[in-house]
């Protein structure tokens, strides 16, 4: 019996193309399933100026809306980037992608979570616990395809992919740290880091 | 700190495969996702007759999920006519998709507005912003490609491409321009500016 | 601004795999949307013998899900038998394609109507109405391919297109005559069109 | 007509390409869908005590969450083994694959009814007959590429494909039979036998 399952490892989740499809599938769809949110109430608006003000009662959602958009972008590369310089895929790197992709299916949940109660503490925590939980599932794909050599040996990139994520991980959590003072203060924190690895590439002095 | 973030961005978001792929993906979803307004009220018809009159009922979500679903399927052909052009992508261009598809996602939510609201000037003109947010993250991706040189330079399609976007949301912003005269005029409008697009491939002076 | 549109349409929807992975995600998404009508009662079960019958009152549900999960398969197949023929994509194959998808979407919503009314005929008539479309749209794409010589002259394939297509229309079309006599009986003759279509590869006499 | 239909099947579903990418589709779609039953209650909590004690609330569903994307996952990967050692494909195996991700999709529904109701034994003999008939369709895959000769000859994984999938239907199975002493301790049996699957790779003894 032990034999049979390890043979059928040796077999598993070869195929990198195919964990790239499904990595882009569970992206699209959970970029598009945020949007969901967006509700405006189940009575229709009478006029305009009543419409725009339900549309301003949408705006936390919104922020929340773009602000998990965004981190989803940044997940999205990240992962490209680090699947991008592998030259094979084995069954363990299949398992710890599909670990990373389980904390993308539940960022829509802590994402409405935060929305939901943006005066709340705990929310920003939870929302950080999950990008959190991200940074740690790219760590496991690091550590491993560095263990199992599935990496191609001639990209330096390994090194600068680990630096990239321990900084990402350091300013979400210092963001994390800010919530102490105030749920508000914590949430401009994280869109603060957010906004600085969006526009990274586009800065003058060549961030 | 900053070297390792320049580094980063020379590895990230150079694969333009995964790009189209993730394009594709949002595009199958919201698609798919606008289907989810046409809805029949809880209370089953007891009579054809009845469920006639229920489904007549839902001929102003029909045709706003008619006209997105094309206005749709004319972003993505406009998408795929301008990736299909480029020889690779870049992180910044990477950005610009994510911010084209930002809008994709957020189009099933103004067209409920739309569907919901066509009495309002202001549902026709916050569904125009959406079609303008678009046509603004498209050219962005024109103006980010010619400056860093990611395109085919045999093509001669990127003066094209502006002149297809400039024309296109000029009829958009016209469109606009007549809900000033009244709510339905503007929707009208603008299904005929889309009629134009899908149309003008099969008109017999081969527009 | 004629010519513009003329020189745009001679670039735009040009390329086949981005076509065939729209497809493919629109079909994937639809076949997964129809399990939302699914849904046990809100309030829980306290028994197994309780649980029991809240699920075979489910069973209308359940067969339109399982007749319109084998409709999607069926078209999906056909789709791609007319599509992995062609050598080329224009844009008026794109928005042939983007028709046969639009009604493609269409069917979770026109199969919820049967599955909610299996005692009317106007029901029954609607579903039809939308297989009607669907196959109306691939007649549509056989047309344009043969006008534009998008097809792969060198296969035979065309005549048997079209033959497979117009046997499962009147297939579908005796079905929905049928229902005159009673809507139940109008949807077992779907169901048995259907079931004819996908034993058929198994049948002993080589069907 | 005969004929007709018989050419037809040999025409279709021959791509193995779209089929791959139509199972990658169903699996991202299905693994993202199981977290829309990870809902909060709708009055918002007022302090981080009370967002606890709402979150905690959502233990079981969140673990049947857990649960079923790691099940997605194992057939996900048992899915692609199997046609990974395909050459080619045919309109039969398209089918059975077909069955495949019907079941898939339905793995949500059989989720919620386990994550509501884990009190009753039925609800898991459901979630476990979904188990039964996606190992029945893979068992179907592998019968039919043996009869038509789609494998690759040179591949020696149909044996152990047999193998691993009778193994891990036993160990359901087994699962299914401890539920006749307590629901509870059946769901346990099946997580453990769950996590044995994907540990697996990662034990020393090299299983």
Redesign the interface.
């Known amino acids: 019996?032990?034999t049979?399952?390890?043979?059928?490892?040796a077999?598993?989740?070869?195929?990198l193309e195919?964990v790239?499809?499904?990595v882009?599938?569970?992206?699209?769809?959970?970029?598009?399933?945020?949007?969901?949110d967006?509700r405006?109430p189940q009575a229709?608006?009478a006029?305009?100026h009543e419409?725009?003000s339900q549309?301003t009662d949408l705006a936390p959602q919104f922020g929340a809306y773009?602000l998990s958009?965004?981190m989803l972008?940044t997940f999205?590369?990240?992962e490209?980037?680090l699947l991008?310089?592998m030259r094979t895929s084995?069954?363990?790197l299949?398992?710890t992608v599909?670990t990373f992709?389980?904390f993308v299916?539940?960022l829509?949940?802590t994402a409405?979570?935060l929305a939901?109660?943006t005066h709340?503490?705990?929310?920003v925590w939870?929302y950080w616990a999950n990008l959190l939980m991200l940074g740690i599932a790219l760590g496991w794909q690091l550590v491993h395809a560095a263990r199992a050599e599935l990496g191609d040996p001639a990209a330096p990139?390994v090194r600068?992919?680990w630096?990239?994520l321990l900084?990402a991980q350091t300013l979400y959590a210092a963001g994390a740290l800010v919530t102490i003072i105030s749920p508000v203060a914590g949430i401009i924190a994280l869109a603060v880091c957010q906004l600085f690895f969006?526009i990274?590439?586009?800065l003058p002095?060549?961030?």
Not at 28 to 36: C, Q, S
């Open positions: 019996m032990l049979c399952v390890t043979e059928y490892n077999l598993s989740g070869r195929s195919r790239l499809v499904l882009d599938g569970v992206f699209a769809i959970v970029m598009t399933l945020l949007v969901l967006l405006l229709h608006a006029t305009s419409l725009w549309l773009a958009f965004s972008g999205w590369l990240a490209h980037s991008g310089h084995d069954r363990t299949a398992w599909l992709l389980f299916t539940t829509p949940f409405s979570v939901d109660h709340l503490r705990l929310a939870i990139a600068l992919l630096r990239r900084l969006m990274s590439p586009r002095w060549a961030v």
